[in-house]
């Protein structure tokens, strides 16, 4: 009985104190409630400006000339921070690539890997920048990310054209060994596109040097004359 009565005095005070203080009450409620309405709004607009984008973009691509560089590169600044403007990017640098523009190229490839480095699409923007560079006669950097690519286990489909990049530079740097150990690992990748023609790259390699071992060597007889020179 006497808690009853002491949660009614409890509630009959916090009614007392509700009347004493309400407008105070009723605008912390407005405000969270504000709060609440902005805050639906802000990712209901970023949601529908993603939407927006995303639209456009395939628009923009299906239309005639719609994946020349200079629209692309104008998409991806006029939706920057959206996903559909940083795919814009990417493609910029494939355009601008196949236009043999390969510095401009190189800069998007990198602005893309700059802005999203954990995107599934870094893998081929770090890809572009290889190709790039490789395309600009800096085959050492080139080589470099393709390394870089060919060890990563992030890399995905982009892994193989990465190894098979970097086997044909180390033939054209007269490196046949170096090149051999990328296209038998190719050779083994089943299913890859790649394969077939890592396995008739290798056969036109020159044979591995043999490595003469004292094993292999043959032993004079004991008591023989030391061979003339």
């Known amino acids: ?19 004493d203080n309400w407008r105070r009450v009723a605008a912390v409620a407005s405000i969270v409630i504000g709060l609440g309405v902005v805050v639906a709004f802000v990712l209901w607009q970023g949601a529908q400006k993603q939407r ?21 590169t104008r998409f991806a600044s006029d939706h920057a921070g959206t996903e559909a403007g940083t795919r814009a990017l990417l493609l910029a640098g494939g355009a601008l690539f196949a236009e043999g523009k390969y510095p401009e190229a190189q800069a998007r490839f990198e602005a893309f890997l700059a802005g999203q480095p954990a995107s599934p699409l870094t893998p081929k923007a770090r890809l572009g920048v290889a190709a790039c560079k490789e395309a600009q006669g800096q085959i050492d950097a080139a080589i470099q990310e393709y390394q870089g690519l060919a060890e990563s286990r992030g890399s995905g489909n982009t892994m193989p054209v990465a190894r098979f990049s ?6 054209q740097q007269g490196r ?14 089943q299913g890859s596109a790649l394969a077939m023609e890592a396995q008739a790259r290798l056969r036109e390699l020159p044979a591995p040097a043999a490595s003469a071992s004292p094993e292999a060597m043959p032993l004079a007889p004991l008591g023989a004359p030391p061979a003339a020179p």
């Open 166 to 171: 970097l086997a044909s530079l180390y033939v």
């Open 176 to 189: 046949p060994d170096l090149a051999r150990v990328q296209y038998e690992e190719l050779a083994r990748m």
């Open 1 to 19: 009985m006497d808690a009853e009565l002491t949660h009614s005095e409890q509630w009959l005070r916090f009614l007392a104190w509700l009347e």
């Open 52 to 72: 927006n984008a995303s639209e456009a973009l395939s628009l923009l691509l299906v239309a005639p000339e719609g994946s020349s560089s200079d629209r692309l």
